[in-house]
């Protein structure tokens, strides 16, 4: 996992466009004459630009809003249980000691506020990187069980990915005859994650945490959403990847169920 997260990594910015800029700087030391020593300053302007465009609250905006029209339709059926996707995990690297990411916790805590108590929760996440000691899924039910008061039905802890979350997820869920669920995860990955689920078989009713506006503070406005911040620029990342991933997905088969 840590291969594939190195390669998305190098065509999201800012690595890109600072590469683009690192190339500019070798082409400018070939013979002026070359056609490549002449290429060198317009690469190097449209890396700049490029970067400066990317870290633009305008920019982030209109990822954001282009990643939600990607949303599927959502059927009408009524949901039999709750699948509540894990979204991270904190770890010491000195003590070892591991607990819910910001990202995961907010997911439990929607998850508990916003859908029917009656139903059964699924939490699906594994081990994701080497050195991990509790799969995420656990992370999550204890988190359930201690915080919330809230039981749950299962615990899908082999998936490192959005992919696998749906396969073993919905093998989990058909063996007890589950078909139609409620699918919690933040609004910016909930197109990705409700069509792939829907691939795998379920029927997925969408309970995202959060909105795009929600994302933008109120100082990004007028002039300022063409300035770039470090902010800005993080959520165009993570909009990129997903809708990188998104073409991903659809281009590949989903996984097989991983068995761990």
């Given amino acids: 996992m840590e291969l594939q997260t190195a390669l998305t990594t190098l065509v999201m910015p800012p690595f890109a466009p600072l590469a683009g800029m690192l190339l500019a700087l070798i082409l400018w030391f070939f013979p002026s004459s070359s056609a490549l020593a002449k290429l060198s300053v317009p690469l190097a302007i449209l890396c700049f630009l490029t970067l400066w465009i990317c870290a633009t609250p305008a920019f982030s905006g209109w990822l954001g809003e282009r990643l939600v029209k990607q949303m599927p339709a959502a059927p009408e059926k009524a949901p039999a249980a709750v699948v509540i996707l894990g979204g991270g995990r904190y770890r010491d690297s000195a003590s070892g000691v ?3 990411s910001a990202a995961s916790l907010e997911r439990v805590a929607w998850a508990v506020a916003e859908a029917p108590p009656k139903l059964p929760i699924l939490v699906t996440g594994g081990r994701v990187f080497t050195h991990e000691k509790l799969p995420e899924s656990d992370l999550m039910a204890d988190a359930l069980e201690k915080l919330f008061g809230r039981s749950v039905t299962w615990r899908e802890n082999c998936s490192r990915n959005t992919a696998e979350n749906a396969s073993n997820s919905a093998a989990l869920l058909h063996d007890s005859g589950v078909e139609n669920v409620l699918l919690v995860t933040h609004w910016w990955h909930m197109p990705r994650a409700a069509e792939t689920f829907a691939r795998a078989g379920l029927q997925v009713q969408p309970l995202a945490v959060g909105g795009p506006g929600e994302l933008v503070p109120r100082g990004e ?3 300022l959403r063409w300035l770039p911040s470090a902010a800005a620029l993080i ?3 993570v909009y990129w990847r997903e809708l ?6 659809r281009w590949r088969s989903l996984p097989a169920r991983r068995h761990c």
């Fill in 98 to 100: 591991e607990r819910l």
């Fill in 221 to 223: 406005s007028g002039l």
């Fill in 235 to 237: 959520r165009s990342q």
């Fill in 244 to 249: 990188l991933g998104l073409q991903w997905y």
